[in-house]
């Protein structure tokens, strides 16, 4: 019973509805389900139906229909389930136990239900003890096989294999052509045309030995997907993991936002109490300045009062001669100036349009490289040697186009005084070059299909179509040797000398000079990059530094580290989708990962990686990096990184 159980829940349970298989059903990957189950999910996929085909919920793999004019219902209706299926369904399926039970053949044609213990492999039939001894006692069965009736192990593996549909014939053939097992009567009518038919004695070995191949792969892949479903699970708790810290890193960000406001406010209250309290302390000096007065009055108010109503001429004189002109020096407080009154004014509609602008911070799915825990992994490498090279190629910048769904690889080749573009049209590999008038040094992409190349030592800068083979398009006649090339806008580009104290121009599209800039320690630049914000990013490997600055020549930042972080040659530069710096060290073989400001975040790439002597760097639209290594583009791929390893 436990293996009954056992074999039940692991391979006769339909993935779909978790259940036991109710009128199991069987796709052409050998894929099972419930025929209701497989008919919903059927409808639900629309592109199949049109296809005329049954998707598999499992693999997507399709299996075409007999009669695709029929409704889906005919569709899934005409699949039958496997003889493996259907053999594990009749033997431990739903109504398997009931028919462990078996009743006499014989004495249930007599009306008795005699159980039966012994089962004929040859009449397929079951006995009690006394209708066995007589089927033995008959000379046509007395030769039959018995097995127990009890032992369903034993009976299937003796039962004869008899045809579907000619019910008394057995099979004991092997159509190869159509890969099914069939009977003579089948061989005759059904398989005339077909070119290789075998015993099933002969094939047997061959199919055991196949299944046993087979089963190998899928215990591969059972392992394989039970250790994606663990790199998954592990994926899942990472992710969840990584949104509660940015959702507290969000509440933090609010929080601080709020402890502003809350400073702005306590600072309002404050200078609200600082002038109420000054009003107030003069109103109330004013109040104590009135009452002494006041007394002072009434004082004088009886003193003169005595002297007018006594009887006395001299006191009242004395008092007279004593206010004198006093008495009518009255002030005049009335006339006094109101205080002043606290008042609080503010523009909601500014206050409101400031707390809409408010920005807490960005929220976005990051990829490749712009994942800073990703993991680089080699995807490919470009060989860019060309049949008419006259020597070693040597690569010193790269970039990557999309013409007409191609990708195609663009390189600079300094030996060969050639512009080179790779692509593969499957199955071959292309590599395309036009030769120039003197050594290119750096590509400045304009477009999907154009480039600019820069040619130091002819003081031109070229415009080329790639199509995806590169065609001259124009020659630019500048009055310097650029050798650094970037590209600013349609109209504008970005280019780099050597000796001068303003080392950037910025050039129109005849070589014209509109404005120079001056890059601070950087005279000699050996790489321009223009961020999406349209900051100059500036390398120089003389003095061993990362310079970026704006359009107008305001520094933004100098990366210079020493000790161990100290470059050593610092060349190509580019840029992730998040902003972060990706920066080419020549010496040290590796590129390293910056933010927007300067700030190290890590060495994406080392010579572990397979990176020597690296020039050009940059990505394409997918998140593939590409890095020339001398004859070789090396692209990267980027993958998640998962704490909980799989071993």
Not at 160 to 177: A, S, T
Not at 216 to 240: A, C
Not at 597 to 623: A, E, K, Y
């Amino acid at each position: 019973m436990a293996t009954a159980k056992k074999l039940t829940d692991n391979h006769l349970t339909c993935v779909i509805c978790t259940e036991v298989f109710t009128d199991p059903v069987t796709l052409e990957c050998n894929h099972t389900f419930c025929k209701s189950c497989l008919l919903k999910y059927t409808n639900t996929q629309p592109d199949a139906i049109q296809a005329k085909c049954i998707p598999c919920p499992s693999c997507r793999q399709l299996t075409k229909v007999t009669n695709p004019v029929s409704p889906v219902e005919e569709w899934v209706g005409q699949l039958k389930p496997s003889h493996v299926i259907q053999g594990l369904m009749d033997d431990f399926g739903p109504g398997a136990e009931a028919a462990d039970v078996n009743i006499c053949i014989v004495c249930k044609q007599q009306g008795k239900t005699t159980p039966a213990t012994s089962w004929c492999s040859i009449c397929d039939d079951v006995f009690c003890d006394g209708c066995l001894k007589m089927h033995n006692m008959i000379p046509t069965s007395r030769d039959h096989e018995v097995v127990d009736a009890s032992d369903a192990t034993k009976r299937k593996s003796k039962q004869r294999f008899m045809c579907n549909i000619h019910k008394d014939k057995q099979i004991e053939l092997f159509c190869k052509d159509c890969r099914m097992a069939i009977c003579h009567t089948c061989c005759s009518i059904n398989h005339r045309k077909c070119d290789d038919v075998d015993t099933l004695d002969s094939m047997t070995p061959i199919v055991r030995e196949h299944l046993s191949n087979q089963n190998q792969e899928l215990k591969i892949k059972m392992t394989t997907s039970e250790n994606n479903i663990i790199l998954r699970k592990s994926q899942i708790k990472e992710i969840n993991s990584n949104a509660q810290n940015i959702k507290d890193d969000i509440r933090k960000t609010r929080q601080a936002v709020v402890d502003m406001i809350l400073r702005k406010e306590k600072q309002l209250l404050g200078k609200v109490d600082r002038s109420s309290g000054e009003q107030l302390h003069t109103i109330q000096a004013e109040i104590k300045f009135q009452e002494i007065e006041m007394q002072m009055y009434q004082q004088q108010y009886e003193f003169t009062a005595n002297a007018v109503t006594s009887n006395c001429e001299r006191d009242m004189y004395a008092v007279y001669e004593s206010v004198g002109e006093a008495s009518t020096d009255i002030r005049d407080t009335d006339n006094r100036p109101a205080p002043g009154r606290v008042v609080f004014t503010h523009d909601m509609d500014k206050l409101s349009k400031a707390v809409e602008e408010l920005q807490l911070g960005e929220v976005a799915v990051v990829r490749g490289v712009s994942d800073r825990q990703s993991t680089p992994v080699l995807h490919h490498n470009i060989d860019c040697e060309a049949d008419g090279d006259e020597t070693r190629p040597c690569l010193c910048d790269v970039t990557v186009l999309t013409v007409d769904g191609i990708n195609v690889t663009v390189v600079a080749d300094n030996n060969n005084n050639s512009l080179k573009t790779c692509y593969t049209s499957k199955p071959n590999t292309h590599v395309n070059q036009l030769l120039l008038s003197g050594w290119p040094s750096h590509i400045a992409k304009l477009s999907e299909s154009q480039v600019a190349v820069s040619l130091p030592w002819s003081k031109q800068i070229v415009t080329v179509n790639v199509t995806p083979e590169p065609v001259l398009l124009s020659t630019i006649k500048t009055s310097k040797e650029y050798y650094a090339l970037a590209y600013l806008s349609p109209s504008q580009l970005v280019a780099g000398t050597y000796g001068q104290s303003h080392s950037v121009d910025i050039l129109d599209m005849t070589g014209k000079i509109l404005k120079s800039i001056n890059t601070g320690v950087i005279r000699n630049p050996d790489f321009i990059h223009v961020t999406s914000n349209n900051n100059l990013i500036v390398s120089e490997g003389r003095v061993n530094s990362l310079v970026s600055v704006t359009c107008e020549g305001e520094a933004v930042f100098t990366y210079a580290p020493t000790g161990d972080r100290a470059l050593t040659m610092p060349w190509g530069v580019t840029t992730t989708s998040t902003g972060d710096i990706l920066l080419v060290d020549w010496a040290s073989h590796k590129v390293i990962q910056l933010t927007e400001s300067g700030r190290f975040v890590r060495d994406v790439l080392t010579q572990q990686d397979g990176l020597s002597c690296p020039r050009g760097i940059c990505l394409d639209g997918d998140g593939f990096l590409y890095v020339t290594c001398d004859t070789y583009v090396k692209v990267f791929t980027f993958v998640q990184s998962v704490h909980n390893q799989i071993t």
